[in-house]
């Protein structure tokens, strides 16, 4: 059983950059596919971002492409989220998930473990 715990966000001004952070622990996160998501009040839960478990092929929702790096570092079994240039748009409650797989994919559906959201706000 894996257990993530988000950590990093709050409320920040349009323009500023951000890094949210997710914390695993129960298993090693190197053995999992990771993705973030997001959700805005109102609003269904979206992809992000993922990075696969072993060659760091990431992928981002075109929304945030070129604003938002997804990275893992498995020493801290932690994977992060830098975000830049933020949009009042991009205020929403952001997740982590994990994936169990032996590939070498991102994945942006079909995530096996969640945590429990950090809240984002962005101010215009």
């Known amino acids: 059983q894996v257990q993530l715990v988000e950590s990093g966000g709050g409320l920040v001004q349009a323009g500023d950059s951000l890094r949210v952070s997710c914390a695993g622990s129960g298993r090693t996160l190197s053995n999992y596919a990771m993705g973030w998501f997001r959700q805005a009040p109102g609003k269904e839960r979206e992809f992000v971002a993922g990075i696969s478990r072993t060659n760091g092929n990431t992928g981002y929702a075109n929304s945030v492409k070129g604003r938002f790096t997804i990275s893992r570092d498995n020493a801290k079994n932690t994977v992060y989220l830098e975000m830049n240039s933020l949009k009042p748009e991009d205020t929403a409650v952001y997740y982590c998930?994990?994936?169990?797989?032996?590939?070498?994919?991102?994945?942006?559906?079909?995530?096996?473990?969640w945590g429990q959201g950090t809240q984002v706000t962005v101010s215009s």
């Open positions: 998930a994990a994936k169990f797989t032996y590939d070498s994919r991102y994945y942006t559906v079909d995530y096996n473990y």
